[in-house]
Structure formats: structure tokens, C-alpha cells
Nanobody, 115 residues
Framework: QVQLVESGGDLVQTGGSLRLSCVVS????????MGWYRQAPGKQRELVAT???????NYADSVKGRFTISMDYAKNTMYLQMNSLKRDDTAVYYC?????????WGQGTQVTISS
């Protein structure tokens, strides 16, 4: 049974930083790509960043230059470093992993940015 467990969400002030983690049960090499998505209240879930096994990275325009996605294969963990946080970054952040046609999601971690 594949499980993705996110952590690291918190309440921070505008301009602050957070690092989210997504720990994968089993080998992270099974998945390609992996990524982070977010869903703000009243809005649809949107892509934040993705990373392929080959290292290709894609960011949403709204987070380019502020967020960094990375992988630690030894720890079966994916990270999202978030800097210069804005109120618009407030959302539940979800870890996503794809294995061929199957998608897996974590339970989400809440990120709240206050002014």
C-alpha cells in the first residue's frame, strides 16, 4: 500500500519561509513524476511544482524564483522549500506521485500566511 505523508505546514508571516516534506512508503524510484499541488479555499487544486526521475523540474509561474522542489532518494522524501511567502500562498499543500497511470495523493498539510 503506497502512502504519502506530508508535513511542515504552519502559520507564518508574509515574507517568511517554510519547508514541506513528503515521505513516501516504499521506494521513491517507483514514481515518475512527483510533485506538489495546492488548494486554496474556494479554488481548484493547482500545480505548484513537479520533478521527474531524470531531474526535470517545472514550476507554476506564481512560485518561480521563490519555491524549490527537491528529492532525497536515500530518505524516500520529496521537499518543497518555500521562501518569500505571500498571503496568496495560503492553501492546503498536497504531495502527488504518479506510477504509470495511477496517481497517489497525500492527506495534505496546511500552510497559512498572515500579514
Amino acid at each position: 500500500q503506497v502512502q504519502l505523508v506530508e508535513s511542515g505546514g504552519d502559520l507564518v508571516q508574509t515574507g517568511g519561509s517554510l519547508r514541506l516534506s513528503c515521505v513516501v512508503s516504499g521506494s521513491i524510484f517507483m514514481f515518475n513524476p512527483m510533485g506538489w499541488y495546492r488548494q486554496a479555499p474556494g479554488k481548484q487544486r493547482e500545480l505548484v511544482a513537479t520533478i521527474t526521475r531524470g531531474g526535470t523540474i517545472n514550476y507554476a509561474d506564481s512560485v518561480k524564483g521563490r519555491f524549490t522542489i527537491s528529492m532525497d532518494y536515500a530518505k524516500n522524501t520529496m521537499y518543497l522549500q518555500m521562501n518569500s511567502l505571500k498571503r496568496d500562498d495560503t492553501a492546503v499543500y498536497y504531495c502527488n506521485a504518479r506510477q504509470w497511470a495511477i496517481e497517489y495523493w497525500g492527506q495534505g498539510t496546511q500552510v497559512t500566511i498572515s500579514s
